[in-house]
Nanobody, 122 residues
């Protein structure tokens, strides 16, 4: 079974920074995309940022240059550096691995992490 383990969430003051990490494990042959989504109060889950295996990144409109996603393909790990955090960034941040292929398989499956809480206080 593929597992995604997230870390780095917590409490930060408005204007501060946090770095989230997500490591995928479990006999993985390849992962097409790795990214972060978030669930904030009163909103549907939304894309924060996603990065392809080749390094192409896409961000949610609300990011506006504040966040940077990066990836270590050798470690199957994705990072999200969040700067200039705002109150409205408070929520649960979920890691997602898109189109994961395991060794010995021809099937591609998406996986989600359990989520990590980010709380921004003013």
């Amino acid at each position: 079974q593929v597992q995604l383990v997230e870390s780095g969430g917590g409490l930060v003051q408005a204007g501060g920074s946090l770095t989230l990490s997500c490591a995928a494990s479990g006999s993985i042959f390849s992962i097409d995309g790795m990214g972060w989504y978030r669930q904030v109060p009163l909103k549907q889950r939304e894309l924060v940022a996603i990065i392809s295996s080749g390094g192409t990144a896409n961000y949610g409109d609300f990011v506006k240059g504040r966040f940077t996603i990066s990836r270590d393909n050798a470690k199957n790990t994705v990072y999200l550096q969040m700067n200039s955090l705002k109150d409205e960034d408070t929520g649960v941040y979920y890691c997602k691995a898109v189109r994961v292929r395991k060794y010995g398989s021809i099937i591609y499956i998406d996986y989600w992490g359990q989520g990590t809480q980010v709380t921004v206080s003013s």
